[in-house]
């Protein structure tokens, strides 16, 4: 089964530090893989996607995430983490059938970001 | 959640009565999704439609209907038989439902509450 997992509910950083939330994937053939942000009782907001070529990925509000296929990984980073980054994430990976193809999510985690 | 509308954002029903969620998009996309979120957990699929009249059953679409006679329109009903309809829904919406590069865009959901 095609699936990703988020292995951390909630990650704790201070405003200033680099900031990782892990995303791990399991699929049959190439994988597409997304990660999205959710502020509270809005809808999700794109962040970013690997589809192919370098495996660093550069995104939207200066996060990148970091695609390695040994590891099955694509971890969301920010060099500096800020306050208002305070959101739940979630990370995604494109599943395929005959009726064409959907995205199917991690459980998210929460990120909180101490001033 | 720009070029895709959900109204209402709030909505009460009492038990055993059906609802209709509205979703509406200006994205002259093909593909429209609905999911269901829960707190503590991520995105679940209900169903999705890849083209005008034309949709499938996602992970738990028992309980609920859809229908897509209209590009821009994807309404959901959530029937007397959801067991537990009390959840926060997103739709979403993708230029090609076919192709893998795209991704989703969400609108800013409703959130359903029976009592």
């Known amino acids: 089964a095609q699936s990703v997992a988020q292995p951390e509910d909630q990650v704790n950083v201070a405003e200033g530090n680099p900031l990782t939330v892990k995303c791990t994937y399991s699929?049959?053939?190439?994988?597409?893989l997304f990660w999205y942000v959710q502020y509270p009782n809005r809808g999700l907001q794109f962040l970013l996607k690997y589809i192919t070529g370098d495996n660093l990925v550069k995104g939207s509000y200066g996060f990148e995430a970091e695609f390695n296929k040994s590891q099955t990984s694509f971890h969301l980073k920010k060099p500096s983490a800020l306050v208002s980054d305070s959101a739940l994430y979630f990370c995604?990976?494109?599943?395929?059938?005959?009726?064409?193809?959907?995205?199917?999510f991690g459980g998210g985690t929460r990120l909180m970001v101490k001033p | 959640d720009g070029g895709i509308t959900q109204s209402p954002k709030y909505l009460f029903r009492k038990e055993g009565q059906n609802v209709t969620l509205s979703c509406e998009q200006n994205l002259n996309h093909d593909a429209m999704y609905w999911y269901r979120q829960d707190p503590g957990q991520g995105l679940r699929l209900i169903y999705y439609s890849q083209i005008v009249n034309d949709f499938q059953k996602g992970d738990i679409a028992e309980g609920y209907s859809v229908s897509r006679e209209k590009k821009e329109s994807f309404p959901l009903t959530v029937t007397s038989a959801q067991k537990n309809p009390t959840a926060f829904y997103l739709c979403a919406s993708q230029i090609d439902g076919r192709s893998e590069n795209y991704e989703q865009y969400f609108g800013p959901g409703t959130r359903l509450t029976v009592t």
């Open positions: 995604a990976v494109r599943v395929f059938n005959n009726a064409g193809n959907m995205l199917t």
């Open positions: 699929v049959s053939g190439n994988p597409y």
